[in-house]
Every structure is written in structure tokens, then in C-alpha cells.
């Protein structure tokens, strides 16, 4: 643990789209406090993704933002970040940190097989050489790191058959986080894993501080709707929650509504910004550097999941017990989630708002490139699906046709087979949440 008090400035020189909350010079202070303050701290890490989402997301050029850390163990327990129309946001550093280093891991692994393919090894070979990895891989890599426990990193390592050398790539991207003066030797493996990490932490904290700042500044600076609120989406699915059409009726607090609609608006702009700054590339550069933004979207959207999964269960920054992740199984053995409904009054379904984002995030990669897609898969995919066995009751039969049709398009076919059939395949091969290939 870091003993010195961490504060940092951010000054802004970018308009805000739209006209600016009109106002006089605003100052924001995100406090980050830690479940366990003896654990591992990477604030930097978190303070250049703030950066990154204050800037590419369009927040008034007059707004000013203290990160401040001291190191003090949070009053309560609670995962992520809360904001208030004061001025000021609280964070659990363990529970966003942990995601953020998480994300490290899989773009350096995701980097290391991208530079294979790409001197034209074959996939089977370059899965022999560097292993698969997936974002729970990652965060059992995250959570043995913090807790200074480098025997279980390596029997990780070991049992994913990742290379060993994939630690030191992991340790460039943070140099480079840190320091943007570092130079390194790892050359174009570095380039992809860090820009990668760069999308996926920024558009991470776009979703989750584009809502906190929306409360904290009194309303959103942005006022172009998102492409789901355009579509009537966002309305459609909170007008559903909130009438308990097809979801088991919760009501709606309409300034968490417009929180979660200003973070869509966040997302986007965020999500556009690293798309612009690839236009001014050369043709070659240029696919490279689309590769990352594929990337950093998928790994983002597996980790605003794990988020919303731990906002349930009620974890923080623990290691989940098993590879359910915190969650039930389907099939004849159902282990519920725990989780308060009553408790999160006033609140989309934790469902919703992941399949808001993964909504955003396809759309945008179709308009992109059509031929590759974003969707729920692997864990996160039964992490979704476990999130509508709360917002919409499906204990009984474990289906939904409506569902089906609400969610197909983000989820891989044998999710939506099993939401029209109640059949679900729980083992490869035809693992119903394994992604389409």
C-alpha cells in the first residue's frame, strides 16, 4: 500500500458537444477507498482512464477533477463508484482496480496471439504456444497479484499453458501507464496489449463514471441521444421493468435513468474518439490499430459484467469460490445468486444495463466492420443469462421466447436457442454459451 497521498488534477481543453451545463466552474473529486487497505494499488492506472473519458467524452472544458487516495478502508461495503449532486464521487478501488488489471492480462495475452497470426502461424499452433485466456482467467491472475500470492499466479499461468513471458508484457503496459516517457524493447506485442488495455479500461469507466458524473454535476453534459435511445430501446426496456411486462416490476428512479442514458451518450463519444484517432493512420497502421478497438470493446463489455455480477452477489474484490463465477448453474442443480431486489430500488436490472451497453458496442462495431461482432459470451454470456433469472423470473422453466427476441442479437445462438427452448448444454462440445464462430 502506498502511504503518500495521491492527488491528481485534471484540467480539461475540449467542449463539451451540445451546450455546456451552463454554470460556473465546476470541481469534482473522486475519493477511492479500499475494502482491504493492505492490498495492491494501481490508482495511475484508474487516473489515465479518467483522463482518457474526460476527454474523449466531451466533459465541459471548465470542469476540474481531483483522484485523491489516502490509502483508508471504505465506511461500508459496496462495489464500483456512487456519486452525489455535490460534487462528489466514491469509489471502492479494489473492486474497479482489480477489473482494470484484469484487463491488462487479456490484452497481452490477446496481443501475443494477434502477432502470431499475423507472421501466419496457424490458430492451432498459436493456441499451443500461448494458451487461451479468458477474462475469469484474468481476474483469477488479478486477484492472486494483489493479494502478493505469486505461487497461485504461476500455477494459473501454468494451468491456462500461458507463457511465462506474458507476466513481463503485463508489467510494459503498466511502465507505460505510468510513465509516458518509458521506452521499451517489446515493440509491436507491447503497442497492440497496451492501446487494447487503453480501449477496454477507458470505455469500462466511460459506463461507469459517465453515470456517477451525470449525479455528481447535476445532470449530463451531453444532450445527442445515444443510438439506443434513438432506436427506443433504452425506453422500451425500462417502460417493461417498470410496468413488470415480461420482468418482475421494479420501479424506476428517473435520475438513475438519466445517469445510465448519460453513460450510453459517455460510451459513445469515447468509443468514437479512439475510432478517430485512427483515421489519420496509414492504411496498414490503420488495421492494426482497428484490431485493438475490437478488442478493447469485448474486453470492456466482460468486465462492466463481472461489475455488475459483483454489484449482486456482493463481492468486492474476493475471488469467486468456483468457475460459476458467483452465479447458479442452469440445469438440475440451480444455485441462486444472492442479491437484495428491494435493495436496489430505483435501478434498470442489472440485465438491462449490461444489454444497453452490449447493444452500444455491437452497434457500433457492425457500422465498423459488419463482418465481426460483439456479443455476451463464454462466462459473461451465463452471467448475463443469470441476470435474467432475476429481472424476469425464470426459475421455473429456464426460457423465454420474449427474451429471445429482445436479446438475440447480442448473445451467441445457443443462448437463444436455450431462451426459446429451456434446453441449455452445459459442456463443449455445443456449449450453449460458447461464442459463434
Known sequence: MRAAFLILTLSLSVSAAGDDLRASPQKITVNLCAADVTSHEWSENLGGSLQEVLELGKYPKDLKVELSSMGKACRDRFVGCGGKPNGQIRCDEQSVNRLLEASAWLAAHDAQQKVRLDLGVPLKKVLEEVGEMDFYAALQIADASNNNDSDEVSHVIKSYRLR?????????????????????????????????????????????????????????????????????????????????????????????????????????????????????????????AQTTVYGGRWIALDAYAELLTNSLSGRTGSAPESHRTGLYQLGPNIEQMAVDVEGSEGYLYQALRLALVATTLHERQASDDPRHKVVLCEDTARQFVAMLHIAGDLRDDNKSPEFADLFGMIVPTGVVIGLRTGVWREKYPGWSYACDQ
Open 164 to 288: 511465462d513471458d506474458l507476466k513481463d508484457l503485463v508489467t510494459e503496459i503498466q511502465k507505460v501507464e505510468t510513465d509516458p516517457n518509458y521506452e521499451s524493447t517489446a515493440g509491436v506485442a507491447l503497442w497492440i496489449a497496451w492501446r487494447t488495455h487503453l480501449i477496454a479500461s477507458s470505455e469500462l469507466m466511460a459506463v461507469l463514471l459517465g453515470h456517477e458524473f451525470s449525479h455528481a454535476m447535476g445532470g449530463c453534459h451531453l444532450h445527442v441521444p445515444s443510438s439506443v435511445e434513438r432506436s427506443g430501446q433504452f425506453e422500451k426496456l425500462a417502460s417493461m421493468q417498470g410496468r413488470g411486462a415480461g420482468f418482475v416490476r421494479k420501479s424506476l428512479s428517473i435520475d438513475e435513468i438519466r445517469a445510465d442514458a448519460c453513460a450510453l451518450r459517455v460510451l459513445e463519444e469515447v468509443d468514437a474518439g479512439f475510432v478517430a484517432r485512427d483515421s489519420a493512420t496509414n492504411a496498414s497502421s490503420r488495421d492494426l
